[in-house]
């Protein structure tokens, strides 16, 4: 099939001017395809500059408001074709604004993240099984739709760093079989690396990042290629700011607590209400306590402002078992079906989503007499 007949919706062909000529879209367009095309400064990404030249590379747009949903409809509209397409494909999302507090890195890389990690909500499929959703173990990469994919990130704070510049925010999305054929160690891959990162010295003023690696390799930190700050290599040390461990099917068989990014009301119930059911908006006055019980399916609270503290016994274990924990702003506590717990409401209050895995309702069981006391 004809890569031109193989658009879809939200997509656009390079070489193409589906806009009129005064809309931003078709002036990044222009400007993108005259710096990948400049014959005289030549654009680091080897297999990039192919795609354009080719037309399997693909762009979407992002307007501004609702970031995650119209990126997750784009991602979607890609993923769903980009295997047609060939090795040499990517998708490359430019934005109409950027929703950061500030126009400094350190903003622009958290609301990155938090982009990602509220898009990724959006996605209906499982997180590839092959693919860690753990941002710290060396098999991580971003799955959308099924797909893992590299991430690279360009913006107009980046100078030094001139291969992660561009006008207004852009990222890029490779899916994983672009690098099938060019692996490290193969003789196609180690020219094509010697290539690129030659190119790279030449290109930027900034040194060449000590965040590169090759996936897989155990001392690799795959996500923290994705934002480069402009030469200092800073920005991404430490953990990465989001989890998508929510995302990974796989059966938690004890309970978890996770201190992830504080959301408001409509943030969370954006990326935690299901495409079928509900979840639960829960405000608990100080010093509220819901005693020893438990529930027929899995279920996780999200605690959007104030605090309470989480007492759980062990899967099938007595009252000897017991942990507690202190839950606040931010705070993911998952539940596994059947788990023996209480929560008593700090002194502020505590107000938090309570979702049911599937949105479905849950049957209670009430387990007073827990500690051998009525509470």
Known sequence: MSTDMLNSEFLTIPGSAPFPSNTWKSEVIASFEKRMLDPESKFPCIFGVDAVVRKTLRYGFIDAGAYAEQLAATLRSFTSICEELGRRTSLVVFFESWNAPEETHESYYQEFWELLERTASFDEVPWPSEYAADTEDSGFEYCFNGIPMFVVVNTPLHTARRSRQFERVAITFQPRFVFDDIKAGTKPGDNARKVIRGRIDEYDTAPLTATIGNYGDETNSEWRQYYLDDGQDVISQGKCPVSFMTRKETKVTATKIFQETELGIAEAAAKFLPTQGGIELQRDAPGKVHSWHSHSV???????????????????????????????????????????????AGDQGCVYFIIPEGGRAAHTVSHGDFLGESR
């Open 298 to 344: 899995h279920e996780t609270l999200v605690v959007l402002s104030g605090d309470m503290v989480v007492e759980y016994a062990a899967p099938g274990g007595g009252p000897e078992t017991v942990t507690e924990d202190k839950a606040t702003a931010g705070t993911r506590v998952e539940l596994p079906a059947g788990t023996i717990h209480q929560s008593t």
